[in-house]
Nanobody, 128 residues
């Protein structure tokens, strides 16, 4: 069984930075990309960013473009999310996941229907 271990969450003031990391215990047989979602209290889960595993194509939520950077280390089966200029509205539990089906385009990655493995979540709290 593949396990995803997340780290890097915490509490910062607005304008601060955090870097989230998500590592897979082993590479799944089917691994087309990795993604970050987030869920704030009382809200639905929201797509944040995705990166394809082979080509490194990136898809991002408009509100995080220019502030968040997703990257991957294929040798370590790890995906990173560098979050700069954090805002209070970024406060949420952040989850990583592995896309186990071929996915093309933003809509596919944002749908949340192609993920076979999920991390346990890491809390990000941004105070004003």
């Amino acid at each position: 069984q593949v396990q995803l271990v997340e780290s890097g969450g915490g509490s910062v003031q607005a304008g601060g930075s955090l870097r989230l990391s998500c590592s897979a215990s082993r590479r799944p047989i089917r691994m087309y990309g990795m993604v970050w979602f987030r869920q704030a209290p009382g809200k639905e889960r929201e797509f944040v960013a995705a990166i394809t595993w082979s080509g490194g194509n990136i898809y991002q939520l408009d509100s995080v473009k220019g502030r968040f950077t997703i990257s991957r280390d294929t040798a370590k089966n790890t995906v990173l999310l560098q979050m700069n200029s954090l805002k209070p509205e970024d406060t949420a539990v952040y989850y990583c996941a592995v896309a186990i089906n071929y996915c093309l385009g933003y809509g596919c990655y944002a749908s949340g229907h192609n993920y076979g493995y999920w991390g346990q979540g890491t809390q990000v709290t941004v105070s004003s």
